[in-house]
């Protein structure tokens, strides 16, 4: 149902779904799944896929056990597995007709606003052109404090500046279990949690899997993330065949329910976040199509204050200095110095080079 119900989906593969534990690749498994994007794909909806595997594969190309790698190394070997866990998507997702392509994230894409704002357009562009990104942490240039380590809270960064509705991490469990199962008998699967209290930090055990940084600990993390981004979130096996219809069909797994809606949680970021750097000044005509959801252009723009960014944080006033919106500008200052008054066309004779045609996007934007 909330599934059914998502446009824009990001699912998470964790490397014991590519990599099985005699270290041999799981090929069937990884064509099977990608039939189940091919569906969703032909529902319409947006996916984004993060996967893991590139250090497991790394490992097994150089038949070396990935236990007590050290950072260095394991640098060198996901790079050396990045490209061959790419080569497996484009072959087998080639098959059912999915382009896909490769993005490598750091802890700064998704921590900083701006460059935030890049990575979610990144993402925009490559649906409109029908590309299905798959995304990896770039564990070749991450050290220890400039690393996420787990790319369950990877993907729901990834979830959240994508403004999905619904992020799956597929693991090697059916979800969260009221007991530890690999350890008690008379467990039951939790089907929907809504708020992660104590008891449910508590029932999250380490349960690492063999190929994976990630145990439930990192999950739960990631529901966190989730629940204040406005996205559902699932921990659902992945190592059954075809798991998303699997979802879709029995809902076998834990459900995490956002607490804001996706709206009220973009609104939070922009008008809670850090004080407006700057103001824009607009006519008429802007504030009547922001009014109506549209963004705001460089030819409603009269005059800019204050010094800021690309990325930055501003207020929208009109003529007679109130408040009608807040946004995150596509554009610094001086850009907009430069810009105003004129068409979109122009931006780029203007600046002399490519930019985006709205300075503040409608998605960026939050009506006062
Ligand atoms: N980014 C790591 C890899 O591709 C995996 C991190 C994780 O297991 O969550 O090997």
New binding site residues.
Partial sequence: MYLKNSKKIVIKI??SLLVDKSKKIRLNWLAEFSKDIRQLLDQNKKIIIV????????CKKLNISKKNLKLDKSQAI?SI??IE?MNLFSKTFSKNKINISQILLTLDDTEQRRRSMNAKRTFENLFEIGFVPIV??N?STATTEIK?????R?ASRVAQISGADCLILLSDVDGLYTKNPKLTKNVKLIKEIKSIDKTIEKISTNSVSE????GMK?KIDAAKICQLSGCFMAIANGLLERPIQQIMKKNNCTWFLPKISKLDARKKWIVGSVSPKGELIIDEGAKKALKKGKSLLAAGIKNVLGKFNKGDHVKIVDKNNKECARGLSSFSSDEINKIKGHHSSNIRELLGYIAKSEVIHKDDMVEI
Avoid: W
């Fill in positions: 964790g490397s996967s893991s595997g590139a250090i497991a594969i790394g996901a597995g990045q866990l990896n942490e564990d996420y380590g787990d790319n369950d990877l190929h994976g940084t990630g990192t």
